[in-house]
């Protein structure tokens, strides 16, 4: 046989094996069946291998990060309506205490933030564990942030509060996309969905999930200590110029009210937390007060309890008055601030019905980061 026929039988041969291997089976609804079984199996193979991917990414950096990427686009509501994001923001400047806090405990590390508007250049205690000095940029106060300093940094998100920087929202949104948020005069729910926000975001949805599981965990250790002869709670801010309570609408307010607690204190002309006289304060009758205030301002918490009108209230007259670090608290929006305001609560039994401690300090406790 010559090379010549070989190679053409060899051809032939080949061909015919092929046709055979693709044939089509003479039933085609066994033909539909077979296609189904293997979608099927594909399927079931498919989502294995998900939640697979999904547990392994618990502890593999890799996977996490796979799956966050997959999680986009993500898209966010705020104040000024919804934006989409194609990806995690690799450049952040934080603007408010909320946004400060979430980013801390989701383990994300902003370029820039803005320090406590009232005292200048300084960060929170409870903030200060996650942002040592040098860590990242200051960008001016709260209150007043510099628009050079953020736009040199080059971010591609800028987290906003409503009260402080609605007025220079252009501007901002110029510079990066900004998320405009109620922090500073947002209640206990807004901070919570704020927080869920830029867990995913941040492509820490996960993590952000687990934080919120044990946030809720502590919650419910802190409801199981409310007694109803607690009665009426009012909490307000100790301040030089007054006192400054928080009503129902409020960050501390909703709290309470969260908690199953009585908060008397209503808003006052859209204002969530103002200035009352001792006499508004003497007409609300509370039995358990908590009272705000800073190391700096003890003096002004003497005049404020030798108060006349104020020896009256039944919380005095049982003893009820319970005093707390006013930055701890007040300024203490986010999850980790929210931690040491419940602990606050759990181990100084506040909400029992019992008296307060002979001796109460308000210097706040020491903090230490946590590792998300």
């Known amino acids: 046989m010559s090379a010549t026929n070989f190679h053409l039988r060899l051809k032939a041969w080949l061909l015919c094996g092929l046709l055979a291997s693709c044939a089509a089976p003479a039933d085609d609804s066994a033909a539909g069946q077979s296609a189904s079984s293997a979608s099927s199996q594909a399927s079931t193979s498919s989502q294995a291998s998900t939640s697979s991917q999904a547990a392994a990414g618990a502890s593999d950096p890799a996977a996490s990060a796979a799956a966050a990427t997959a999680a986009f686009p993500v898209t966010v509501k705020d104040l000024r309506g919804e934006q989409v994001f194609q990806q995690a923001p690799q450049r952040i400047v934080a603007l408010e205490f909320g946004p400060m806090d979430a980013l801390a405990r989701l383990g994300v590390r902003p370029i820039g933030i803005a320090a406590d508007g009232d005292k200048a250049n300084e960060i929170l205690p409870h903030l200060r564990p996650y942002y040592p000095p040098g860590s990242t940029e200051l960008v001016g106060n709260r209150h007043s942030p510099s628009l050079e300093a953020i736009a040199a940094l080059k971010p591609d998100l800028i987290v906003a509060d409503e009260q402080d920087h609605e ?23 807004d901070q919570v969905a704020q927080f869920r926000d830029l867990s995913r975001l941040t492509g820490h949805a996960q993590e952000g999930e687990q934080a919120l599981a044990e946030h ?29 309570v928080h009503s129902r609408l409020s960050y501390l307010g909703s709290i309470l009210t969260e908690l199953g607690l009585d908060n008397p204190v209503e808003t006052q002309e859209g204002e969530t937390q103002y200035l009352l006289s001792p006499e508004g304060l003497a007409a609300l009758q509370p039995d358990t007060l908590i009272v705000l205030y800073n190391p700096e301002d003890q003096a002004a918490y003497e005049k404020f309890r030798a108060e006349p009108l104020l020896a009256s209230l039944p919380a005095v007259e049982a003893g009820r008055v319970y005093v707390f670090n006013r930055d701890a608290w007040a300024k203490g929006r986010g999850i980790i601030g929210l931690r040491g305001i419940l602990n606050d609560m759990k181990t100084s039994g506040v909400l029992s019905g019992a008296a307060a401690p002979a001796k109460q300090s308000v210097a706040p406790a020491p903090v230490q980061a946590s590792t998300p």
């Open 167 to 189: 007025q220079i929202y252009s501007q901002l949104s110029r510079i990066a996309p900004t998320l405009l948020y109620r922090s500073y005069r947002g209640s206990y729910a």
């Open 216 to 244: 809720q965990a502590l919650f419910d250790e802190v409801k199981a200590t409310v007694s109803p002869s607690a009665g009426r709670v009012v909490v307000g801010v100790l301040a030089p110029t007054g006192f400054f």
